[in-house]
Structure formats: C-alpha cells, structure tokens
C-alpha cells in the first residue's frame, strides 16, 4: 500500500505562513471574553494548499434516524472558542506536560512511536488525517488500546483559511466518521492543519464537540532538523502544561522517532509526567 504524503517543500511554505497566524493567537489557554476572533487572512502561499480529493456527501447530515445498523450517539455541540488552547493547566503543581503527533497514521513511523510509548507507559495525542485513517484502522486501535486520545486533523490536510465553511465541512465531519468508525467513539479534540484557524473552523469544531488544541513548543521536526536539534527543542521547551508538536506521518519521520527513544525518558528522569488533557466542561 502506498502511502499519501504532502511534499516536505510545498508544507514548508504553507507552515511558514501559517505560523503567523497562529502567532497572533498565542497566549490564550482559555476562552477570552469579547466577540468571535475573525480568524488568521491567508494570502496564497506558492503553489497553493494542497488539492483535495472529492469528497461524499457527509454520513453525519445523511444518516437516517432510523435504519440498519447500530445508532450512533448524537453529537453534543460545545460553545465555540476564539482562540486555540495551546497549553494545560493541570493544577496542583504537577509537572506534567502532553505530546501530540500530527498526520498520521503511517504504518511505516506510527508502530515504532506507541512502542517508545508503551515501553515508558506513556499516553498521548494523536491528530489524524482521514486520508491516512481511512487504510490504517488498526492502528487508530491500537491507539485507543493503549490509552491514547485520537483528535481530528481533516482529510486531506488542506489550508482551512482558503476554504468555505460548505467545503471545510466533508473534510471535518469524514474524519470523525473514519475515527468512530474504527474505534467506536468519535475524536473530541480538533487541529487545524498549520495551526491556521479561523471563526469556521473554530464553530464546526465545535459543533461535532471538539475541542481545539494548538502547541506550545514546535518541534519543527516536519523540517528533519536532525535528531539531536528535535530532542533539544524538546528538552528547552519543557515546562509545566506544555503541548509538544511532532509528527509520525507526511514525510520521512525517522528523525521523530529516534528523537522521541532519546528526549521521552529524559523528561521522564527529570520529573515530568507525559499525559493527556480532560475534557474541560465548557
């Protein structure tokens, strides 16, 4: 099987840009008073957002009421955010900080990063592609098996800002199904591809009942900096209700994992607890 990628220079430009929007979000861990944040303008980047494939009509506006087949529980709308949370307020003190992995499922890095997981008894996050999902639901499994929280990160890993709310949707809500489908609970967390968000994306988050989660510390491993420049981004990052960036699909992501072999016990030896987030009432 073949495995969908977006090509390291083309994500390059996009993340790039991308970054300034996310930058003017930065700081709000929270839901700020005031009226819907408009979102970040996208200006084109080179050769455009990605194309993305057709999609069929969403199952989630189709589906009957009645019908063949077990009925999935409705879908519980949040109040939307205005910003994205980039960082945890676990309390108390406690050193403990959250990993996400972007992109995937790729049978060829995904297998490699729940092993260092497990072997440490470590949970994190993983923000999945539909288009990835869709062939690798056994790993989706083996994600929920071990503990793991599976978010949302579209289909195809389109520039959301360039799209509209009609066209934003399928990408959504297909993703979901995919997730529920293979694991039998839909994701309750959302990522906007490049960390480009805006008032659309925050409401059908929000309407599926998801919440968003950006970063704090970037990896910037989707550029392969090398091992040793990924582990010490991790390392200098690391603080109390930290949100860590990596990816484990959408290149080569070699350097991720061996990256992840080398900064996960070392964060562990100095004290910090690797977890996930509750879902915070809203």
Request: proline share 11%; hydrophobic share 40%; net charge positive.
């Amino acid at each position: 099987m073949t495995t969908p990628q977006i090509p390291p220079g083309r994500r390059a430009l996009l993340r790039g840009f991308t970054a300034v929007g996310l930058a003017a979000l930065t700081g709000c861990a929270a839901d700020p008073a005031g009226p819907p944040a408009a979102g970040p303008a996208a200006a084109p980047a080179a050769g455009g957002p990605l194309a993305a494939r057709p999609l069929k009509p969403s199952a989630y506006r189709l589906r009957p009421i009645a019908g063949y087949g077990p009925q999935r529980a409705a879908r519980t709308p949040l109040k939307p955010r205005h910003r994205p949370i980039l960082s945890w307020d676990f309390g108390r003190g406690e050193r403990a900080m959250v990993l996400t992995f972007d992109d995937g499922p790729d049978p060829r890095y995904t297998p490699d990063i729940l092993r260092i997981l497990r072997k440490h008894d470590v949970r994190a996050m993983f923000f999945v592609c539909g288009e990835m999902a869709v062939d690798n639901k056994d790993l989706l499994r083996e994600m929920a098996d071990d503990g793991h929280v599976i978010g949302n990160h579209t289909w195809t890993h389109p520039l959301l800002t360039r799209m509209t709310r009609s066209g934003m949707r399928p990408e959504i809500e297909r993703t979901c199904e995919v997730v529920e489908d293979a694991v039998g609970e839909p994701p309750t967390w959302f990522r906007a591809p490049y960390g480009a968000w805006n008032r659309a994306a925050f409401r059908l988050g929000a309407e599926l009942g998801m919440e968003p989660l950006a970063w704090t510390v970037d990896t910037l491993d989707w550029n392969t900096p090398g091992t040793g420049t990924i582990v010490s981004r991790v390392l200098s990052g690391a603080a109390p209700g930290v949100v860590v960036l990596n990816h484990d699909a959408g290149g080569n992501r070699s350097q991720s994992v061996a990256a992840l072999r080398e900064y996960l016990p070392a964060l562990l030896d100095d004290g910090y607890r690797l977890t996930v987030p509750p879902r915070r009432p809203v």
